[in-house]
């Protein structure tokens, strides 16, 4: 394990989380690598018993990447939105896929609040700036014509970028412009939907990552390309004012036979999707062929919301 000083920034990041976290949270620098570059793929959190322990295996930038981390874990334990998956495709290889792009589409959303700290607390400066647009360089190959079959990935990598520079964008611009046209085009169009409305709460944040779901969607179907369809696919966390957890589950919700699998029983899955925007907010598997009746499916109806996701053992956002 490197030895790494960490500054008073992240210690004091690393404090906060362990105020809030049951457990203990601890940063380690594995290994001596310095690729040159930043990317969101050089640290990672280990689950040890009922401790975390962040593991930067990358150097380049050992207080930015640990902090990016932090900050990230902190929005968990501060009540902002998860993803969930809960469907299967029958297809590892598929459903891996699915599951780390939705991840992806989820934590662009989150970089608005991760950046924002880490630029507060002075974690981002101009050499930060200069080595992630190395690790933008490292990830995507300039556009082809006309395009491959990396237009998703630039399309992500792109939007990711537009979250990451803010304001600063314009020291890049003209080299993104040139490089990658078409997808900085396309990620431009989907930075203006997902940064309209400021995220202030776990409430906006999470409407901002249905938000671009669907945007990213009707993006990859302009492309002509398969849409990922993370409405379906991705559970996100719900958000209730009080009087809405005293409804009934159908005043809010609609229930939908998949043509996926719920993954733990295997067995054919019900998804219940948002009535107003559209999203999957929880999954259930169908009965048994013999109590696969309306009355089932009547009983879900006529609980209260609260008393549904008491039930699954949901988290939820009270607004």
Do not use: C
């Amino acid at each position: 394990m490197a030895k790494i000083e960490i500054n008073e920034q992240v210690q004091s990041l690393i404090d906060a989380v362990n105020n809030s976290f049951p457990g203990t949270v601890e940063v380690q620098f594995i290994g001596n690598l310095q690729s040159g570059y930043v990317r969101h793929d050089q640290s990672q959190q280990v689950q040890d018993g009922s401790n975390i322990i962040v593991q930067v295996n990358d150097l380049t930038a050992p207080n930015y990447t640990a902090s990016h981390e932090l900050i990230h874990q902190l929005m968990v334990l501060k009540g902002f939105p998860q993803v969930f998956f809960s469907l299967t495709s029958g297809n590892d290889q598929l459903d891996e896929q699915l599951m780390i792009m939705g991840t992806e589409l989820y934590d662009i959303v989150a970089h608005f609040v991760v950046v924002s700290e880490q630029r507060k607390h002075g974690l981002i400066d101009d050499e930060i700036e200069q080595l992630y647009l190395k690790g933008i360089q490292a990830t995507i190959k300039p556009e082809p014509t006309p395009g491959d079959d990396q237009m998703t990935l630039r399309l992500m990598t792109l939007l990711d970028a537009l979250v990451f520079y803010g304001d600063h964008i314009k020291m890049v611009e003209k080299q993104l412009k040139q490089d990658y046209p078409i997808s900085f085009e396309a990620a431009q169009k989907l930075f203006k939907i997902i940064s309209e409305k400021a995220i202030d709460s776990p409430f906006t944040m999470r409407r901002n990552v249905v938000k671009l779901f669907k945007a990213f969607d009707e993006q990859l179907n302009e492309w002509r390309l398969p849409p990922i369809n993370n409405a379906e696919f991705t559970t996100v966390t719900s958000a209730f004012s009080k009087r809405q957890l005293r409804l009934e589950v159908r005043q809010l919700f609609e229930l939908f036979h998949s043509d996926m699998n719920e993954k733990n029983s295997g067995r054919r899955a019900y998804v219940g999707f948002n009535r107003t925007d559209g999203q999957n907010a929880f999954v259930i598997p169908a009965p048994e062929p013999k109590d696969d009746t309306p009355d089932f499916y009547k009983a879900i109806y006529n609980l209260t919301v609260e008393d549904l996701f008491k039930q699954l053992k949901m988290p939820y956002i009270l607004r």
